[in-house]
């Protein structure tokens, strides 16, 4: 056992884990966050994405103990049905949900690039979503919605 | 060297189990506290939209706003049976069901406001925004809140079935009418073949689909978009690598599936050809989206090399393969 610290979604935490928990495991069985959803587990789909110190990752591949003195973001902390994300509303009013398995993912992943980048080029965004894998949409919606979202936070 | 060429497909589908298969969808709907009705129902949401274009029938049918539709689904204790999710077939049989359910709910209501305003008979009482009322004296009026109030708190319910009529082929001819309604649909592609390297490109796509009636166009662009990236994939990257009955390529790693650089915007034309049989006139589209974009692809790759590609995934490998073969061929007529 290990002890770490890390902040997510704003809360500081002090935790013991195993030496070989993964982070999505921290954050899914430690923190309850089911938001971070599972996928490949070998970093190809995207649905574990989640924001660590400004960039993204899969949760997945990437050790507990490696979060030591993170700062993390999941889907759950970015917002919520009372104080909901322009990123999220724009999903929601272009209709870029279906199944809703990679929006967790699709989501963080449009918040840091547009935190980057706050007017990125469609080849921009469909490059920055490139590691979310999604089988319903066609990534379309979801391209316009992040769109959307940009013209909004801008 | 880098050709482009161009290619069409086209398709029409079955909608439902078909061929004489009972094919089955019921739905119940009740009066609920505050004059909201539920609609119970099994059929599966699974993003393609069941939920949404369901509760839209339902709220149609009962004049009313969709935000006072209560619609509950997915947990067979509390609701009739309604099939799969499958088959492309929830739109038309299960939206079929709500409707006939509705339509026994709203004949309910009247019989009630009958009763309680001491009417003679239905004739003339309408039901629309959550109260039945006599169309030439509004005057008398009963709102469903107030029926709710007045009855026994949630025994006002009606059922409704919908049976798909579709009639089982002839063994020995082959005749008969295995689907009803059918759905049809146009699909062209622009494409670059790079005969070098055996990549091919999507330059422009155009998608035509015949939805009867677009109950949620949002949703149905949703479907069009979303079969033909799934055709994208299937026709030129994925690949099971079955040997020996194993699969080989069982992980994302191996089994590529597009990405959003690999997918574009593609232009979509919802045809409306409302079908008398259907809630509102529309059909199912879930599965035939997929299906005339790979005759459309093959059909621009032979429009830009002149080859014609007779197994899928045409990954770049095979298609050099087969250029290669091709020249051989060409070469050995001269």
């Not at chain 1, 591949?61 to 993390?72: K, T, W, Y």
């Not at chain 2, 004949?107 to 959550?130: D, P, T, W």
């Not at chain 2, 049809?184 to 592609?189: H, I, K, L, P, T």
Request: glycine share 10%; proline share 4%.
């Amino acid at each position: 056992m290990k002890k770490i610290s890390l902040n997510v979604n704003g809360k500081d935490h002090i935790l013991e884990v195993e030496e070989d928990m993964r982070l999505i495991d921290l954050l899914r069985e430690k923190l309850g966050l089911t938001g971070v959803k599972e996928g490949c587990s070998e970093g190809e789909c995207g649905a574990c994405t989640v924001i660590m110190d400004g960039e993204v990752v899969n949760s997945c591949l990437v050790m507990a103990f490696q979060a030591e003195g993170s700062s993390i973001l999941t889907i759950e902390g970015l917002g919520d049905e009372e104080n909901i994300h322009p990123i999220q509303q724009a999903f929601i009013d272009v209709g870029a949900v279906q199944c809703g398995y990679c929006t967790p993912g699709m989501i963080l992943a449009a918040k840091a690039l547009l935190d980057k980048n706050p007017n990125p080029t469609e080849e921009e965004i469909r490059e920055a979503i490139s590691g979310n894998l999604c089988r319903c949409t066609g990534y379309n919606k979801i391209v316009q919605a992040i769109d959307r979202a940009k013209e909004v936070l801008r | 060297m880098k050709k482009i060429g161009r290619g069409i497909g086209l398709s029409f589908y079955g909608t439902g189990y078909g061929n004489g298969f009972p094919d089955v969808s019921k739905a119940r709907v009740r009066l609920l506290e505050g004059g909201k009705v539920g609609i119970y129902v099994g059929g599966t949401e699974v993003g393609q939209g069941a939920k949404t274009v369901l509760t839209q029938i339902g709220a149609e049918t009962l004049k009313m706003p969709v935000e006072d539709i209560v619609f509950v689904h997915e947990d067979t204790v509390h609701m009739p049976d309604a099939g799969t999710a499958a088959a492309s077939r929830q739109t038309y049989n299960t939206g079929n069901a709500i409707r006939v359910a509705c339509e026994n709910f709203r004949n309910k209501l009247k019989e009630l406001a009958r009763e309680h305003l001491a009417l003679n008979s239905i004739y003339g009482l309408k039901v629309e925004n959550g109260k039945i009322y006599l169309d030439f004296f509004p005057q008398k009026s009963l709102s469903f809140e107030e029926l709710f109030e007045k009855s026994s708190k949630g025994d006002i319910e009606a059922e409704g079935e919908f049976v798909a009529q579709t009639v089982m082929m002839e063994e020995e001819t082959g005749q008969g009418a295995p689907y009803w309604p059918y759905t049809f649909n146009a699909c062209g592609v622009e494409l670059e073949v790079d005969t070098l390297t055996g990549l091919v490109e999507i330059r422009k796509a155009v998608f035509a689909q015949d939805v009867g009636r677009a109950i949620n166009p949002h949703l149905v662009e949703g479907q069009m978009d979303g079969g033909f990236a799934m055709a994208l994939g299937y026709v030129l990257f994925e690949d099971l690598n079955l040997k020996e009955g194993k699969i080989n390529n069982n992980k994302f790693s191996k089994y590529l599936i597009p990405t959003a650089m690999d997918t574009l915007e593609i232009e979509k034309i919802i045809v409306e050809d409302p079908e008398s049989t259907a809630p509102y006139g529309a059909k199912g589209i879930g599965e035939p989206t997929m299906i005339p974009v790979g005759p459309a692809i093959l059909n621009a790759i032979y429009d830009a090399i002149g080859v014609r590609i007779t197994e899928l995934p045409v990954t770049p490998e095979r298609l050099v393969k087969a250029i290669q073969e091709h020249e051989k061929e060409k070469g050995e007529v001269k």
